[in-house]
């Protein structure tokens, strides 16, 4: 399964600030009684978003200078909670490509790369900045360089980082990791039989 | 070498290195449930696999089944649409099902340990963050999402990065009316929430030898609250007893095997771990939680926090914090009016969990105006409750007795909160709308201060309301 090689994503961006942003925030569990990941995408940060009556809050995510946005930018520990794929499967539905926050959550994480959304980290003054740069020119294109861990942005260059396994996945497009599991499968039956416990 | 119990089970199950860096991982066993493997029977089908190995894969339903009305078609046609594709891919890729017509239903957490599933030494994953409960048996377990439960189901591996390890110890004797809900929520306002990111933890000490297998769980169960997808204690011989005669424990002669070879497993003296931070009991209280995180939280006799006496960097958190809760800072967190009580969960629904609540219940009554359900972890814990007679106590004091599953803990099924309602709860999150109202409330807290808080209307300390005699309250 040949999959596309990632080497950067880059687009609108829109800042959604807070830590710990947890995943039911990004999709509150009703929207998963569904058997498809179709259709997650307006309902990415729901409740946040949208009064009771389906009317829009005040939220950036709603501020249609940032419409189109593909970068989300945010705060410590993004994705934390519930183990739910229908988080980040929300936002790639949603248009998002990657993601620049200072820290996140194990599972999120993982589950993010394998959809192939590069999540970097960047420090709390480096987001803050390109928040200020973005909400002064939200037409500025934030470059995210899986290859030099880099972020771009209106000329100029802010650090970022990328976990090696997932900028190594990203870079030789095996992301997704099914095929070369599935590659190991002899290796796997061997060591199944050899533990032979459960 | 002294090696770690996590080092041993992570060289028995490391397949070979991956490209990226990554371990190929086999799983011993694979649990599943309705919300989060639809996608991942759809991704095989698409790709045109199977499932590998599917003996070593075990489904129940837990997230939406209705409590009260539980025969089929459910009145919500998703929900029930949702447990015939789950039936019809079971059917299909040949995975055993534990529907409600077995009798074996439960919370998938709940369900794993009591059918024997859950063994030391193994390897579990699931899509399911709560996953880590397993861990209390000495098996290292796997909260993962769906696309990693379509490659469980492909090829009984995952592709995962080893964490660093972190043993956490509590010694000394926890206060009566302590328990191991106020233990981890007491872990996570100390290391915090994301403390535990790329962490697993390894819990021990006193405490945790004298915990009984059921708050072993407990305690595992959050590990993830505190940013650690992995939590463990090292098996003994009350991991043994509890799992001996189980229907999936090994019998005979490959028992006492088992049983050696788990006890092989403990993590040896002297191994080395990433860090390691050490608790006293003496210091842990009946706890809640104010905020919208687990890590948000105050001993019961302590104040709500005021944004304005915290550090700049909680600031923000703390006000939002307050705005969902609608508390007032500075003010006793005691005394707060309640609307709902809400027992169940994978944290806290399993028998001894009632059997403590029962003990004090006998004789009390809700309070008027406060909605207050019981919902068992498992059918099994149902039926041994009701052949106890614990249900009746619950039923005599104004509890809703109802039938198992995950219910109001993320309100999926048709238990849910209504508008700006306050849950006094045995589960394990309070995010905003965690409980089914975008604007309901959650203060999280151990089984027996949610009956306290049910039987006098607001948040109350366990200790006072039952008369249980405390060391801190002498002289007080």
Same mark, same amino acid.
């Given at each position: 399964m040949a999959l596309e090689k990632i080497t950067k994503v880059e687009g609108k961006a829109v800042y959604v600030p807070g830590d710990d942003i947890d995943t039911d925030r990004i999709i !509150?569990?009703? *929207?998963?009684?569904? %058997? &498809? *990941?179709?259709?997650l995408g307006e309902f990415a940060f729901y409740d946040v978003r949208k009064?009771?009556?389906g009317s829009d809050k005040k939220h950036p995510l709603n501020d249609p200078r940032h419409a189109g946005a593909t970068i989300m930018l945010s705060g410590s520990n993004f994705g934390c909670g519930s183990s739910r794929e229908h988080a980040p499967q929300a936002l790639h539905k949603a248009g998002f490509r990657g993601i620049v926050a200072e820290s996140y959550a194990e599972i999120f994480f993982g589950n993010s790369t394998t959809l192939g959304i590069p999540c970097f980290t960047a420090g709390r003054q480096q987001i803050r900045e390109l928040a200020a740069a973005i909400d002064a020119d939200p037409e500025l294109t934030v470059e995210l360089d899986v290859e030099n861990e880099v972020i771009r942005c209106g000329g100029k260059e802010y650090p970022g980082a990328l976990r090696d396994s997932a900028r190594n996945s990203l870079l030789s497009g095996r992301w997704d990791p099914i095929a070369e599991l599935i590659e190991g499968t002899e290796q796997v039956d061997e060591l199944a039989r050899r533990l032979n416990y459960v | 070498m002294a090696k770690s119990l996590f080092d041993k089970v992570w060289d028995a199950h490391a397949v070979r290195d991956l490209s990226a860096g990554q371990t190929q991982l086999l799983i011993g066993a694979h649990l599943i449930h309705e919300v989060t493997s639809p996608q991942a029977f759809g991704m095989l089908r698409e790709l045109g696999l199977k499932v590998h190995m599917p003996e070593r894969t075990f489904a129940t339903v837990d997230h939406i089944v209705p409590t009260d009305e539980r025969a089929e078609p459910f009145s919500d046609q998703l929900a029930d649409a949702m447990i015939k594709e789950l039936r019809r891919n079971c059917e299909e890729f040949g995975v055993t099902y534990f529907d409600i017509a077995s009798g074996r239903q439960g919370i998938v957490h709940v369900v794993g340990p009591e059918q024997g599933i859950t063994q030391p030494g193994t390897t579990i994953a699931c899509g399911d963050s709560h996953t880590s409960t397993h861990g209390a048996f000495g098996a290292i377990a796997f909260g993962i999402g769906t696309s990693q439960v379509r490659d469980v189901l492909a090829t009984q591996t995952l592709a995962i990065s080893k964490p660093k390890l972190r043993r956490i110890n509590v010694d000394g004797e926890l206060q009566p009316g302590v328990y191991a809900k106020d233990v981890i929520l007491y872990i996570i306002r100390k290391l915090g929430v994301k403390g535990g990111n790329g962490y697993a933890y390894e819990y021990g000490g006193e405490v945790f030898d004298r915990f009984n297998m059921e708050e072993r769980m407990t305690v595992c169960n959050m590990s993830i609250e505190g940013g650690a997808r992995v939590g463990y204690v090292n098996p003994d011989e009350k991991t043994f007893e509890y799992l001996?005669?189980? !229907?999936y424990s090994p019998k005979g002669k490959e028992w006492d095997a088992a049983v050696e070879r788990w006890k092989a497993l403990a993590s040896d003296p002297g191994c080395a771990y990433d860090d390691v931070v050490n608790f006293r009991a003496e210091d842990i209280l009946p706890s809640v939680t104010w905020? %919208? &995180? !687990?890590?948000?939280g105050v001993f019961i006799d302590e104040t709500i926090p005021d944004p304005d006496e915290v550090g700049e960097a909680e600031r923000d958190a703390v006000t939002e914090a307050l705005e969902h809760m609608k508390l007032k800072p500075g003010a006793p967190i005691k005394g707060t009016p309640i609307d709902v009580a809400f027992l169940g969960s994978c944290t806290n629904a399993r028998l001894t969990d009632f059997q403590e609540v029962a003990r004090y219940l006998r004789g009390r009554k809700v309070a008027s105006g406060v909605k207050a359900i019981v919902v068992p972890g498992s059918m099994a814990v149902g039926k041994i409750c009701e052949e106890l007679g614990i249900d009746r106590v619950f039923k005599d004091a104004g509890f809703e007795w109802r039938g198992a599953g995950c219910s109001m803990c993320l309100a999926m099924n048709p238990d849910k909160l209504v508008g700006d309602q306050l849950c006094a709860s045995s589960s394990n999150r309070n995010f905003k709308g965690r409980q089914g109202s975008p604007v309901g409330r959650t203060i999280l807290m151990s089984p027996l201060m949610v009956a306290a808080a049910a039987v006098t209307g607001e948040i109350s300390d366990a200790r006072e309301v039952f008369g249980i005699e405390s060391p801190t309250l002498v002289g007080a």
């Open positions: !509150p569990a009703r *929207f998963m009684k569904c %058997i &498809t *990941f179709d259709g009064n009771e009556d | 001996k005669g189980r !229907p905020g %919208i &995180t !687990p890590g948000q």
